[in-house]
């Protein structure tokens, strides 16, 4: 699925579904996006020739930037606002629900909403240099939509810190030893090599076994569909401070500058 800017991509070999998604913007997740990521996840963890899936994203530096800016400020209503915000809930309700284990493979810094999939993920395989940062205080907003996921993974302590701290990078050495990531590697190539290992040995495992896993895992989530989108309508709400405008705007300037 092409798009003017950007695509969502699959291959299925060997009973692994790899899930590729790309944007110019580092990464970053426009609707579009957002809406061809869920409907693929949802599209491959129905597929019986699919035992286990990868999640990545094109290039060799950004995993995933988050939001869109440039849709951030298009954003008119409250209406608008919780259905832009709906698009992450949706993708990380796609792989909570999916039967097949999920293995994330990232190769550089999330931010805000790319550390959302990263938690989403059961099972992530990072470079050292994939740091994180939940960057969305900064801007007015606050990870109300990833932050059931961000505390899944690295527990209340570690999400205050992201959350508070918005500015602050964490390192891959910090997020492995909270467990948004199960393993970190110095290089790209190292990290293909572990995630393809653990695709090709879950490729082999037994589906119904896995199944049983998953659901053992996200045990406590099913509440998650009215709780995501409760929170996306509190996203879409604040989107529309003049703080959010004004401090997108400078972050934007900033960028240019740079």
Not at 69 to 97: C, P, Q, T, W, Y
Not at 99 to 109: D, F, N, Y
Not at 121 to 137: M, N, Q, W
Request: proline share 2%; charged share 20%; net charge neutral.
């Amino acid at each position: 699925m092409r798009h003017a800017e950007g695509y969502v991509s699959h291959e299925i070999e060997h009973g692994i579904a790899t899930i590729e998604f790309f944007h110019p913007s580092s990464n970053a997740l426009p609707a579009a996006i957002l809406t061809d990521l869920a409907k693929t996840i949802n599209d491959v963890g129905i597929d019986n020739r699919v035992k286990v899936i990868v999640l990545r994203s094109a290039g060799d530096r950004a995993f995933c930037a988050g939001a869109s800016f440039d849709e951030l400020m298009a954003i008119n209503n409250e209406a608008e606002g919780k259905k832009f915000f709906s698009g992450f809930a949706h993708v990380i309700n796609a792989m909570r629900k999916c039967h097949k284990l999920v293995i994330g493979r990232v190769q550089g810094k999330a931010v805000g909403g790319g550390v959302g999939l990263i938690a989403a993920t059961d099972y992530a395989i990072a470079t050292t240099d994939a740091a994180v940062k939940l960057s969305e205080l900064a801007v007015g907003i606050g990870p109300f939509v990833v932050g059931p996921a961000v505390e899944r993974k690295v527990g209340l302590s570690g999400f205050s810190q992201l959350a508070i701290d918005a500015t602050e990078w964490r390192s891959a050495e910090w997020a492995k030893r909270h467990s948004l990531y199960s393993e970190i590697h110095n290089t790209i190539h190292e990290v293909d090599d572990a995630v393809s290992k653990l695709a090709q040995r879950l490729a082999h495992s037994s589906p119904e076994a896995m199944a049983q896993l998953k659901k053992m895992f996200w045990h406590g989530t099913e509440n998650w569909d009215t709780l995501l989108s409760e929170r996306a309508a509190i996203s879409g709400h604040l989107v529309l401070s003049d703080f959010t405008r004004n401090a997108i705007n400078k972050f934007k300037a900033k960028s240019v500058k740079q």
